[in-house]
T-cell receptor, first 114, second 112 residues
Framework: DAGVTQSPTHLIKTRGQQVTLRCSPK?????VSWYQQALGQGPQFIFQ???????QRGNFPDRFSGHQFPNYSSELNVNALLLGDSALYLC?????????????FGSGTRLTVV | AQSVTQPDIHITVSEGASLELRCNYS??????LFWYVQSPGQGLQLLLK??????LVQGIKGFEAEFKRSQSSFNLRKPSVHWSDAAEYFC??????????FGTGTRLKVLA
């Protein structure tokens, strides 16, 4: 049983560019959450998608947007990249009916903005 | 405001020694509490969780944690550490609806 799959694993972008990160949830999970983990920090909640809608959002600017597809996979888009956006971006899936069931995390996408 | 504090940034223990990682939370309602482990370059793996009931919870890899409401703590313990336990450990609280708040993590080093 495949867990959470994220792509790409590593990415280098230039300041001002846009980036799209992708996530396929664990089989049977319909909820996808995105977290940003800066170096030496704990993960910070960006937003969560359920039934193709953003269900909750953390304290991130509108440059961060997302989408969930009918097959429950999800994308995270970041526009106008800043150097401070460099981080590990983690996708986590869970069953929507029990939000505190406990996430299953992917291995993340390491984004470097230069 | 909801928050999680992990007071120890780094901990070093010898293989075979016991381990306790501290976690304190601030949350107004009954908390949902979690411990995750992260190996270098990897995502987070759930070790254990507490929702209600018995305040001592057992997890994977021989870990356990005890919820103490009076101390707002949820410390992680292991009786005998193995070299493969070297990793970063994160405590998290389920805050409001759906999102987790993570602590800043404790990096564990195991001496052979």
């Amino acid at each position: 049983d495949a867990g959470v799959t994220q792509s790409p694993t590593h990415l280098i972008k230039t300041r001002g560019q846009q980036v799209t990160l992708r996530c396929s949830p664990k089989s049977g999970h319909d909820t996808v959450s995105w977290y940003q983990q800066a170096l030496g920090q704990g993960p910070q909640f960006i937003f969560q998608y359920y039934e193709e809608e953003e269900r909750q959002r953390g304290n991130f600017p509108d440059r961060f947007s997302g989408h969930q597809f009918p097959n429950y996979s999800s994308e995270l888009n970041v526009n106008a990249l800043l150097l401070g956006d460099s981080a590990l971006y983690l996708c986590a899936s869970s069953p929507g009916r029990d939000p505190f069931y406990g996430y299953t995390f992917g291995s993340g996408t390491r984004l470097t903005v230069v | 405001a909801q928050s999680v504090t992990q007071p120890d940034i780094h901990i070093t223990v010898s293989e075979g020694a016991s381990l306790e990682l501290r976690c304190n939370y601030s949350y107004g309602a009954t908390p949902y509490l979690f411990w995750y482990v992260q190996s270098p370059g990897q995502g987070l793996q759930l070790l254990l969780k507490y929702f209600s009931g018995d305040t001592l919870v057992q997890g994977i890899k021989g870990f356990e944690a005890e919820f103490k409401r009076s101390q707002s703590s949820f410390n992680l313990r292991k009786p005998s550490v193995h070299w493969s336990d070297a990793a970063e450990y994160f405590c998290a609280v389920g805050a409001g609806t759906y999102k987790y708040i993570f602590g800043t993590g404790t990096r564990l080093k195991v001496l052979a």
